[in-house]
């Protein structure tokens, strides 16, 4: 089946630094890929649509400038958490369509827990 | 955007009991999946659902998208069941608050 790779899992970090997430499809190719983020005891709140070739689309009250995105390959999106402060500390984690349309199931990494100092 | 409320938010239940989780959205979805969610956070993809009904062992699920729900049964439970169940709907996705499951042995 389809399966969808997220690197790291954790990370620990200063504030002010910058901090890069992958995610890859590992067996199919990907157009659009999907990222999230939960706060402890929280659901999963869609952050942005990362298009391949193309500028990400940011939901509502998620800055495009803190958030950066690449979709540089039909295989890999990446998130950079731009001077990451504590407030920016949760659980992102990315999905895929599993034959690259949205209305497919969607195939999800196993997250990234991101803790800043 | 889409409304997705799911119900109970809390479900407590003695192994090998049966529970039915509810999940209602406001509008037409073209993608209905429900997962669940294991400590760790991973998201266990349960059933892609966006009409009819499915089963899978234990777990079964129905949707109804003419009437805008989807229910999940959980029969004969275990412990290794508990967790968060999420309810997630397309276009988006977009999430239910999901329902935190405990099961007692």
């Known amino acids: 089946g389809a399966v969808v790779s997220q690197h790291p899992s954790r990370v620990i970090c200063k504030s002010g630094t910058s901090v890069k997430i992958e995610c890859r499809s590992l067996d199919f190719q990907a157009t659009t890929m999907f990222w999230y983020r939960q706060f402890p005891k929280q659901s999963l709140m869609l952050m942005a649509t990362?298009?391949?070739?193309?500028?990400?689309?940011?939901e509502q009250g998620v800055e495009k400038d803190k958030f950066l995105i690449n979709h540089a390959s039909l295989t890999l999106s990446t998130l950079t958490v731009t001077s990451a402060h504590p407030e920016d500390s949760s659980f992102y984690i990315c999905s895929a369509p599993g034959t690259g349309y949205s209305n497919q199931p969607q195939h999800f990494g196993d997250g990234t827990r991101l803790s800043i100092l | 955007g889409i409304q997705v409320e799911q119900s109970p938010p809390d479900l407590i239940l003695q192994e090998g009991a049966n529970s039915t989780l509810r999940c209602n959205f406001s509008?037409?979805?073209?993608?209905l999946q429900w997962f669940h969610q294991n400590p760790w956070g991973q998201l266990i993809n349960l059933f892609y659902?966006?009409?009819g009904t499915k089963q899978n062992g234990r777990l079964s699920a129905t949707t109804v998208a003419t009437e805008r729900y989807s229910l999940l049964y959980i029969s004969s439970s275990q412990t290794t069941d508990s967790g968060v169940y999420f309810c997630?709907?397309?276009?988006?996705?977009?999430f239910g608050k999901g329902t935190l499951l405990t099961v007692n042995p």
């Open positions: 990362s298009n391949e070739g193309s500028k990400a689309t940011y």
């Open positions: 659902i966006p009409s």
């Open positions: 509008d037409s979805v073209n993608n």
């Open positions: 997630a709907v397309a276009p988006g996705l977009t």
